[in-house]
């Protein structure tokens, strides 16, 4: 399955593409610079990856939560880059997303992911793996650390 990932819902703009065999990415930390700086990257990962729009079976993007901005940029190019190649979207949860990272990287299986919200906020989760994906103990909110 021949997928593109991004996701800006922190001041880190990450995109990915790959098949499940072969994968690019690249992770910038570009702030507030979002609009400037997907696009370009989403040109250069996909032509690194040998892949057109419409050669992708899907478009994977951060949903949030997150910076508002950012999700909403996230949203608006995936929608756009969807509908252009009639290609289907698939949301992804950031903080399971940063759950599935941990279990990659760490092993771990019990995750409480959290994400800066400011104004002394997180956006924060509880994850637990059951075999091949997760469960979700406590769902995504803002509150207090």
Not at 13 to 34: I, M, Q, Y
Not at 44 to 73: C, K, M, N, Q
């Amino acid at each position: 399955m021949k997928l593109l990932a991004f996701d800006t819902s922190t001041r880190w703009l990450t995109v990915g593409c790959g098949d499940g065999t072969s994968f690019v990415a690249r992770a910038e930390d570009v702030g507030n610079r979002h609009s400037e700086r997907l696009l370009p990257l989403i040109h250069t990962l996909l032509a690194e990856a040998g892949f057109t729009l419409r050669t992708l079976d899907g478009i994977a993007f951060g949903a949030g939560p997150g910076a508002f901005t950012g999700v909403r940029i996230a949203c608006g190019v995936a929608q756009g880059l969807g509908l252009g190649a009639d290609r289907p979207l698939l949301p992804v949860c950031t903080l399971e997303a940063i759950a599935q990272s941990a279990w990659r990287d760490h092993g771990v299986t019990a995750v409480l992911p959290c994400l800066d919200a400011r104004m002394r906020e997180v956006y924060a989760a509880a994850y637990r793996r059951v075999e091949s994906g997760w469960r979700e103990v406590q769902p995504p909110s803002v509150q207090p650390p």
